[in-house]
């Protein structure tokens, strides 16, 4: 099982596409990318399914997030 992948995800914000560089030997990660376009973050959230060696990407927008 190859370790990293690229997925290309559509940002919450914009519909922007971007991708994103994942690196599933570290198990499942809560992560940010800062969308290329509107440069709003987005919140991904990576979970592995190790019985099914697949490899689960949900991704939303952070708008509990308070500056
Ligand atoms: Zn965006």
Redesign the pocket.
């Known amino acids: 099982m190859k370790s990293l992948y690229q997925q290309r995800i559509s940002?919450p914000?914009?519909?922007?596409h971007?991708f994103v560089s994942l690196d599933a030997s570290d198990g499942d990660q809560d992560m940010y990318e800062d969308?290329a376009?509107?440069?709003?973050p987005?919140h991904l959230n990576m979970h592995i399914d190790y019985a099914n060696k697949k490899l689960e990407l949900h991704v939303d927008s952070d708008d509990e997030q308070i500056f």
Request: proline residues 0%; hydrophobic residues 25%.
């Open positions: 940002c914000h914009c519909g922007h971007v969308c376009a509107c440069c709003n987005i």
